[in-house]
């Protein structure tokens, strides 16, 4: 059975500290892997991974994937209290947008 | 450009009568997915739809669910008869879907089911 596997599931940090969530996955045929951050509404996209070892990045976060250990994480510097979210990992394996997901980390940024 | 828009937001039903939610996708997109999250658990997929077709309901329970993107209006989603476990969030997703969708999807709110 295809599995999504995020790490840690909760997080509590300062703001101004670096934090790094992991993700990983078991798929039988792997197309992308996706983040998105859900604070207590809709989840949004943050990056679309599909080649390993090729950094996306916008602003304080990053994200990377291994595709040959089968993981990816993604990165949060100098974090902020308006990160506090759950951070939700997917996998799509079919291109057709059934995303399998991970179970989420509450990412939480005190001041 | 108007996101994802599902209502309603909250939904209180009774053991035994139907829900009924519904789902406009962004404009421009003909996909529409239904994705369920249970407390402390991650997003499940329930259903993926384009107008007026089905193309993948493997993930929705055999019995009770049903969902359909008619050719005018919303996508629904109904359960039938409701039961304690059906409460949950249920948020729907739309894509472009032109030539195959890139696994980017724009989700709505959310619809907040609780059965009593």
């Known amino acids: 059975e295809d599995k999504v596997v995020q790490s840690p599931l909760s997080l509590v940090v300062h703001e101004g500290d670096t934090v790094t969530l992991n993700c990983s996955y078991e798929v039988t045929n792997f197309r992308s892997l996706l983040w998105y951050k859900q604070e207590k509404k809709a989840p949004t996209f943050l990056f679309m991974l599909?080649?390993?070892?090729i950094e996306k990045k916008s602003g304080r976060l990053s994200s990377i994937l291994d595709k040959k250990e089968l993981f990816s994480i993604l990165n949060i510097t100098a974090t902020q209290t308006g990160d506090s979210a759950v951070y939700l990992c997917?996998?799509?394996?079919?291109?057709?947008?059934?995303?399998?997901f991970g179970q989420g980390t509450t990412l939480q940024v005190k001041p | 450009n108007a996101g994802v828009m599902q209502n309603p937001r909250h939904l209180v039903r009774r053991r035994g009568q139907e829900a009924r939610l519904r789902c406009s996708p962004m404009k421009g997109h003909s996909h529409v997915y239904w994705y369920r999250q249970l407390p402390e658990e991650g997003l499940k997929f329930m259903v993926y739809l384009q107008k007026e077709n089905i193309i993948d309901e493997s993930g929705m329970p055999k019995e009770r669910f049903s969902a359909e993107f008619p050719k005018e209006g919303p996508s629904i989603l109904r359960i039938q008869q409701v039961v304690r476990g059906d409460s949950a969030a249920y948020f729907c997703a739309s894509s472009p879907g032109t030539g195959g969708t890139t696994g980017e999807l724009f989700f709505g709110e959310g619809s907040r089911l609780t059965v009593l």
């Open positions: 997917a996998v799509d394996t079919s291109n057709t947008g059934k995303l399998i």
């Open positions: 599909t080649s390993s070892g």
